[in-house]
């Protein structure tokens, strides 16, 4: 069977007027913000900011809905017909914020798209003071986990060391239109003025905390076993820090991995330096 167009973009438009205003508030939009919105859909969300915010960028993939949403000749809304992962943030702002208005990136982000969106955040980190979005409830969970809880994970190690990560409230599946089959969370991620810890080479330590939770029912020395280290050299780090051989990777705090990767990449090995 066909899909639809909406279904085709994995498109839920949400509905609840309650918590439009909810999510509203969190953004809280103001004269001097630059607010890009990512996938406005029919503009439930887009309008009330736009009533709010010194200017709104919404970047919509349906032309259908870009154009509708276009039509409606809001004087501060400037629409994009773009796929949001494939744009170039920096030379947008370099166009529409010549003045240097405070930036926040917001939107209801298609499940779809959410995992590859988040590490394009990560990527240009430097460029967005902040973000409001609203995600799949088990990614909310994971960016905002600690340590020993079973949703924590690399996105919760690299979000948090770079941003306050915070999930304000879980929405129904019945607030949208068509309800998704899962529930959905409000999170907002603000930058940090500086990073908790200094990480030597950002995309490494991203494939080390990948090897690292990549069984998650074996223990953190038999996935770095993976990384094909000398043995002695894991037995060091494991020294110098105290740890467990026993210890499964979502006990470790996140400034102890950045240490043990730190340590590591001391090493030649390419996998980790």
């Known amino acids: 069977m066909k899909k639809s ?6 498109q839920h438009f949400l509905v609840n007027s309650g918590v439009l205003k909810k999510i509203v508030q969190t953004i809280d939009p103001r004269s001097d913000d630059l607010i890009i919105e990512i996938g406005p859909g029919r503009g439930a969300l887009t309008i009330p900011l736009a009533e709010r915010a010194g200017r ?12 509708r949403l276009e039509s409606g000749k809001i004087p501060n809304l400037k629409v994009l017909e773009a796929d949001v992962l494939k744009i170039d943030l920096k030379n947008i ?13 917001v939107g209801n982000l ?4 959410s995992s590859p969106l988040l590490l394009r955040v990560l990527a240009q980190k430097s460029l967005i003071p902040e973000c409001v979005f609203l995600l799949q409830k088990e990614v909310a969970e994971r960016i905002c986990a600690s340590p020993g809880s ?3 994970a690399p996105l919760s190690i690299l ?7 915070r999930l304000h409230f879980v929405i129904s599946a019945g607030s949208f239109s068509p309800p998704p089959r899962v529930e959905s969370a409000l999170v907002s991620l603000r930058r940090r ?7 030597k080479n950002e995309e490494r330590f991203q494939k080390f905390l ?3 939770f990549a069984h998650r029912r074996k223990t953190l020395l038999k996935n770095l076993q993976e990384l094909n280290l000398q043995p002695a050299l894991l037995g060091d780090a494991y020294g110098t820090f105290r740890l467990s051989r026993l210890a499964r990777p979502e006990e470790l705090t996140i400034s102890r991995f950045v240490d043990l990767y730190n340590f590591l990449s001391k090493t030649e090995s390419p996998t980790v330096a």
């Open 5 to 10: 167009r909406r279904h085709a973009l994995g």
């Open 56 to 67: 709104i960028i919404a970047i919509e993939k349906d032309k259908v809905l870009a154009d």
């Open 93 to 105: 702002l370099a166009v529409e914020n010549e003045a240097g208005d405070r930036v926040k990136l």
């Open 110 to 113: 298609p499940y779809s798209i």
């Open 150 to 152: 079973k949703k924590y």
């Open 159 to 165: 979000f948090q060391i770079y941003f306050a990560a």
């Open 193 to 199: 003025p500086e990073p908790l810890f200094g990480v």
């Open 210 to 212: 990948r090897v690292a």
